[in-house]
């Protein structure tokens, strides 16, 4: 088991334990006010895929709506995608234990994507299209009025940086967007939570997580490596993760390059000070870079 998810010592568990119990909670439940993401009389499809992230996102949802001074009603949901060795009952056995209300829909989307998809070549991209599809026709069949999904700060990160990367755009990944039939509302309630926590989550709560054996195995995967990314930054230079977070809510277009954002043809000079204005001539205002970061170059 790897150093992320190895149990602190025996003494230290319980303040530990209740620290991250009350910061994943705070930050659900920040996520959740922020956003709007869930209002009185809701009905809240939370889609649970055998994963540590849509195993916490139910868990501390059925906690927050026992606290919560609004109504809301919450179903699981399971798309059964028929892979092969997939156990069936995992799910459906936990779901009962915990008394929440469930749906298991059955569709063979594996067999659709291993005769679509050429051998080697990645898979998400299809299988995503597909879940998507039944899951929003899933969530009009059960009358759920928001659909919610498991995506945590570091899935939005990795998002972001593979749009930048391979897209040649600056897109991330929302907290809350209509869907793209126009007929659901999707929300993240993880948005604000780091992957990490959830890792020592999973353990803690002994959730029966279920790998994915259809892309979990396509380890040259753009995603794996820009997660690797990320975790390698977050290492050696702590906060910078995390500022890049908050970047992707403090967005200033005029100083961007999207001219649909902002006028940028139309820019006449006011004669009026902009305190928040581009201070041409001046140095960037970053502050220096660490010195792990500062290399030396000598000449030949």
């Given at each position: 088991m790897?150093?992320?998810?190895?149990?602190?010592?025996?003494?230290?568990?319980?303040?530990?334990?209740?620290r991250?119990?009350?910061?994943?909670?705070?930050?659900?439940?920040?996520?959740?006010?922020?956003?709007?993401?869930?209002?009185?009389?809701?009905?809240?499809?939370?889609?649970?895929?055998?994963?540590?992230?849509?195993?916490?996102?139910?868990?501390?949802?059925?906690?927050?709506?026992?606290?919560?001074?609004?109504?809301?009603?919450?179903?699981?949901?399971n798309?059964?995608?028929?892979?092969?060795g997939?156990?069936?009952?995992?799910?459906?056995?936990?779901?009962?234990?915990?008394?929440?209300?469930?749906?298991?829909?059955?569709?063979?989307?594996?067999?659709?994507?291993?005769?679509?998809?050429?051998?080697?070549?990645?898979?998400?991209?299809?299988?995503?299209?597909?879940?998507?599809?039944?899951?929003?026709?899933?969530?009009?069949?059960?009358?759920?009025?928001?659909?919610?999904?498991?995506?945590?700060?570091?899935?939005?990160?990795?998002?972001?940086?593979?749009?930048?990367?391979?897209?040649?755009?600056?897109?991330?990944?929302?907290?809350?967007?209509?869907?793209?039939?126009?007929?659901?509302?999707v929300?993240?309630?993880?948005?604000?939570?780091?992957?990490?926590?959830?890792?020592?989550?999973?353990?803690?709560?002994?959730?029966?997580?279920?790998?994915?054996?259809?892309?979990?195995?396509?380890?040259?995967?753009?995603?794996?490596?820009?997660?690797?990314?990320?975790?390698?930054?977050?290492?050696?230079?702590?906060?910078?993760?995390?500022?890049?977070?908050?970047?992707?809510?403090?967005?200033?277009?005029?100083?961007?390059?999207?001219?649909?954002?902002?006028?940028?043809?139309?820019?006449?000079?006011?004669?009026?000070t902009?305190?928040?204005g581009?201070?041409?001539?001046?140095?960037?205002?970053?502050?220096?870079?660490?010195?792990?970061?500062?290399?030396?170059?000598?000449?030949?």
């Amino acid at each position: 088991m790897s150093a992320v998810l190895d149990a602190p010592p025996k003494e230290r568990l319980p303040v530990e334990l209740a620290r991250l119990s009350k910061r994943l909670h705070r930050q659900v439940g920040q996520a959740v006010v922020d956003f709007n993401m869930i209002e009185a009389g809701d009905k809240v499809m939370v889609c649970v895929s055998g994963g540590k992230d849509s195993y916490a996102l139910l868990d501390i949802l059925i906690s927050l709506r026992a606290r919560a001074p609004i109504h809301f009603d919450i179903v699981a949901v399971n798309l059964d995608q028929k892979q092969p060795g997939f156990p069936g009952h995992v799910l459906p056995d936990y779901l009962r234990r915990l008394g929440v209300p469930f749906h298991i829909e059955h569709q063979d989307t594996y067999s659709i994507v291993k005769r679509v998809i050429a051998e080697g070549k990645t898979m998400c991209s299809l299988c995503s299209r597909l879940r998507r599809g039944i899951l929003y026709r899933v969530a009009g069949e059960l009358g759920a009025t928001k659909i919610a999904l498991g995506h945590h700060r570091d899935d939005m990160l990795q998002t972001l940086l593979m749009n930048m990367f391979f897209g040649a755009r600056l897109k991330g990944m929302p907290a809350k967007l209509v869907s793209d039939d126009g007929k659901n509302i999707v929300i993240r309630p993880l948005a604000y939570v780091n992957e990490v926590d959830l890792e020592r989550w999973a353990v803690h709560r002994a959730f029966p997580v279920i790998p994915c054996t259809l892309c979990g195995s396509q380890q040259n995967l753009q995603r794996v490596q820009t997660k690797q990314l990320l975790r390698d930054w977050d290492s050696r230079f702590p906060g910078r993760v995390e500022n890049m977070f908050k970047a992707m809510g403090n967005v200033v277009p005029s100083h961007l390059m999207d001219r649909n954002l902002y006028p940028f043809a139309g820019l006449q000079a006011t004669g009026v000070t902009d305190s928040g204005g581009d201070h041409a001539f001046d140095g960037d205002d970053c502050g220096p870079a660490p010195a792990a970061a500062i290399k030396i170059h000598h000449s030949p």
